[in-house]
């Protein structure tokens, strides 16, 4: 009689403790110990490391938080939400970066003054999950300056990598 469990632990996808061999009841799941005292160390776990599905407002905050460094000035802060890995790919005006440096080095090169950085402000129009840890969102910046004003649409993939999200695809487009 070894082994015999909960006669529907196959069907529910588990198994309680085994029968004693002297052909004992088995103990259903619910009441294993062995079973709450897993839960009970998984659940915070799943909790900590965010399995919730992402939300508009997670990309905000992270779009806020990136406008305001590139207003003042600080290209290097702004590259925090960028995926630090050669994997990061930006595509604009028909070619594309790849790699976290060289998106950095791209920025430094074009935007080298406060007046080409201007004002910059970002709107989402949409945001699409793509599972617990991917999104694509979609929206529009706009870059205010002395020379000229200057808008257009981004798409951006976002990855949450070590619980952290960032931007793994960056295609921005001017109007």
């Given at each position: 009689m070894r082994g015999?469990?909960?006669?529907?632990?196959?069907?529910?996808?588990?198994?309680?403790?085994p029968a004693r061999q002297t052909g004992g009841t088995p103990v259903p799941p619910s009441r294993n110990p062995k079973w709450v005292g897993?839960?009970?160390?998984?659940?915070?776990l799943l909790i900590a490391f965010g399995c919730r599905a992402p939300e508009r407002s997670d990309f905000a905050a992270i779009l806020e938080r990136q406008?305001?460094?590139w207003n003042r000035g600080d290209i290097d802060e702004f590259m925090q939400d960028y995926w630090k890995s050669e994997n990061?790919?930006?595509?604009?005006?028909?070619?594309?970066?790849?790699?976290?440096?060289g998106t950095r080095d791209r920025y430094q090169?074009?935007?080298?003054?406060?007046?080409?950085?201007?004002?910059?402000?970002?709107s989402i129009d949409e945001m699409q999950p793509l599972g617990r840890d991917a999104a694509l969102v979609l929206g529009q910046w706009d870059l205010s300056r002395t020379s000229g004003d200057v808008g257009g649409n981004f798409s951006l993939v976002f990855r949450r990598i070590e619980g952290r999200w960032v931007i793994a695809h960056d295609h921005t487009s001017t109007r």
């Open positions: 015999v469990v909960f006669h529907h632990a196959r069907f529910f996808g588990w198994y309680g403790r897993s839960l009970a160390l998984i659940l915070p406008a305001a460094a990061l790919t930006f595509s604009s005006g028909g070619k594309t970066q790849r790699g976290w440096e090169q074009r935007y080298a003054t406060p007046e080409q950085m201007g004002t910059l402000r970002f």
